[in-house]
């Protein structure tokens, strides 16, 4: 009989052994064998884990921990891995978005034995990230995520997708040079490289390791917060979300982002400094979200609004995690704190990516995807998409609502949850002002489907098969686009009415033995109503400035600020010497 410890390590091997099935449908078939074999192969790489997500359940919802060492090796040469409540909800982030955005990919592309191949390691990989309890493997981990990634994104025919892809490839490099460097610290300070080693070791040391230690602890904290992409790390991430293919936007956006901070969290949470640097994480995440939606509020390409949407929406969740990893997960605050963060990690993932698979159809068929001029857009979907309901339109509305924070969406009832976690700090007011933003950035966005006014219009499809900007246009509305968008918008309907329950399950697993009490959200309080009414209403407030004349020179300028490679080194420089000063002088300094 199969063990549990067996089941729980199933999300990282059938993805594995989907991937090779693919590989093999690429090179050993041909014609209608190959597919069969890929699709098995995705069967089995997203579909079966779930089977184990299931068995599993139970077990995590009472705290035990499903642990091990890959290979039969004893721990201290094998592979770590650690299953609990947090790894369990990490896997069921990942693998409900993996499914929507492959199925997705099947009707708009890219598609075939590689894609599956290449898009099924990317999920092991992190499914793995979430797992693992070693440093040294959490950097492998990510690795492998990034190098899936960084191909993913290349395969994408767009235009600057390439050097995109690079700019990705060479931060992340670099970041993870640094993260090596951290590794290297705290294993010539403690001799191990599993979590609870090196925590045990410090805590034995003088001063808990002094400087060495510190330093450690920022190098690897700076390298994983450029895979979050929070302020000033997240230069990589526009280009690369706007310019990948639409599933994988919706992967990245909704998954890869968070996964990285997630795994940050089981270091963070047992080192003697980590609080620290969970705390300014935290102050650097309301900073984001600010920030964020004010740079998403000046761009006119559609998906580059979207991905600037996600860097203000993970500073959302980076701002409560890092205050949960602050309080500690040993109290009702921290708990109350990352339970918030990671059902916004997991709304947010769900709304985002039906965001990314409906306004990509959208812009396919409509030849152009600049905000100031396409409008029509319902329009083209029903005559040129042939969409006889207008299935994308509903799916965007849903999607829209959710990030805006109406009700009865599960936007709404996650960042009424975090917002609830934050209230009496000043992130509260970041916050506040940046989920007005937030409605005025999606105001600005519907206006491609509103009816088309006089030199206004989305192009029709023609005898061409690019539009004047360059990008490829696929203008037929397939039903595998159609399955994905309504799995997603499905979730963020049902997710926000079962808000409460689930929210109960996520605190419950998050728990450190599985026994903490239920919490309640009270979502539908008349402050909560009321502030949601608010923010709507300085959000069309603010539209009508945004689109002003001084309002729209203003965000172009921001829009057309300098960005360059070197940018980007100097703002990982920076902030990570500004992350060691903090941990060695800064917290004592403010004081």
């Known amino acids: 009989m199969m063990r549990l410890e067996d089941l729980a390590f199933a999300p990282v091997v059938l993805p594995l052994l989907g991937a090779a099935m693919a590989f093999c449908a690429k090179a050993f078939l041909k014609g209608r064998a190959t ?18 997500f299931a068995a599993t359940f139970q077990a995590v919802m009472a705290g035990e921990v499903l642990q091990g060492v890959v290979g039969g090796w004893y721990g201290g040469v094998g592979v770590l891995y650690r299953f609990d409540g947090l790894a369990w909800l990490v896997n069921v982030l990942g693998y409900s978005v993996a499914i929507a955005s492959w199925v997705y990919s099947l009707g708009a592309g890219p598609r075939g034995p590689t894609f599956t191949a290449v898009f099924l390691i990317q999920t092991a990989a992190l499914a793995a990230t979430a797992m693992t309890a070693d440093l040294f493997n959490l950097f492998v981990c990510l690795e492998v995520m990034g190098i899936a990634s960084y191909v993913l994104v290349a395969s994408s025919d767009k235009p600057g997708a390439l050097l995109a892809s690079f700019s990705y490839l060479m931060v992340s490099a670099t970041a993870m040079v640094f993260f090596l460097l951290g590794v290297y610290g705290f294993y ?182 600049d905000v100031h001029r396409l409008r029509g857009a319902a329009r083209l979907l029903r005559s040129w998409g042939g969409e006889r309901i207008p299935l994308t339109l509903v799916g965007f509305s849903i999607g829209a609502l959710a990030i805006s924070a109406v009700p009865p969406f599960n936007g709404f009832a996650s960042k009424t949850a975090l917002s609830e976690a934050m209230k009496g700090s000043w992130q509260y007011g970041l916050l506040f ?49 159609l399955l994905a968008e309504g799995w997603l ?48 209403a300085g959000g069309a407030l603010l539209f009508f400035g945004v689109v002003s004349g001084p309002g729209s020179a203003a965000l172009k300028r921001i829009r057309e600020r300098s960005l360059s490679f070197h940018g980007l080194f100097v703002s990982f420089a920076f902030g990570t010497a500004f992350l060691t000063w903090w941990l060695l002088y800064g917290f004592r300094f403010l004081r």
């Not at 192969?41 to 089977?51: E, N, R, T």
């Not at 270091?267 to 102050?283: K, N, T």
């Not at 933003?437 to 206004?456: C, D, E, H, M, N």
């Open 188 to 369: 010539r300070l403690t001799g191990s490289l599993s979590y609870v080693g090196i925590s045990e070791a410090l805590r034995t040391l003088p001063d808990s390791g002094g400087t060495a230690a510190l330093v450690s602890l920022a190098l690897v904290t700076a390298a994983v917060a450029v895979r979050v992409a929070v302020m000033p790390l997240y230069g990589w991430l526009p280009d690369a979300h706007a310019l990948a293919p639409h599933a994988i936007s919706a992967v990245l956006s909704g998954v890869l982002i968070k996964t990285p901070l997630f795994a940050l969290s089981r270091v963070l949470l047992i080192l003697p400094a980590g609080s620290l640097a969970g705390e300014m994480m935290g102050y650097s995440g309301a900073v984001t979200a600010l920030a964020g939606v004010i740079l998403a509020l000046s761009q006119k390409d559609a998906k580059k609004l979207l991905a600037y949407h996600s860097i203000s929406q993970i500073g959302y969740v980076v701002c409560a995690w890092g205050a949960a990893i602050a309080a500690g997960m040993a109290t009702e605050t921290g708990r109350i704190m990352m339970a918030a963060a990671f059902l916004h990690a997991f709304y947010h993932a769900l709304f985002k990516g039906l965001l990314f698979l409906t306004v990509g159809t959208t812009t396919d068929c409509a030849g152009q995807r």
């Open 433 to 481: 002002v940046a989920g007005i933003g937030t409605a005025t950035s999606f105001i600005k966005l519907s206006r491609i489907y509103w009816p088309a006014g006089k030199g206004v219009v989305g192009r029709p499809r023609d005898a061409a098969t690019v539009d004047v900007a360059g990008y490829p246009r696929d203008t037929t509305t397939r039903a595998t686009v």
């Open 489 to 536: 918008a499905l979730l963020c309907v049902a997710g926000g009415i079962a808000a409460s329950p689930i929210f109960a399950v996520v605190y419950r697993l998050l728990s450190e033995n599985g026994t903490a009490d239920a919490v309640s959200l009270g979502l539908y309080s008349w402050p909560n109503l009321l502030k949601t009414t608010l923010t709507l």
């Open 35 to 52: 597919r069969i074999l890929e699709y098995a192969g995705a069967a089995v790489g997203l579909g079966l884990p779930w089977i184990s």
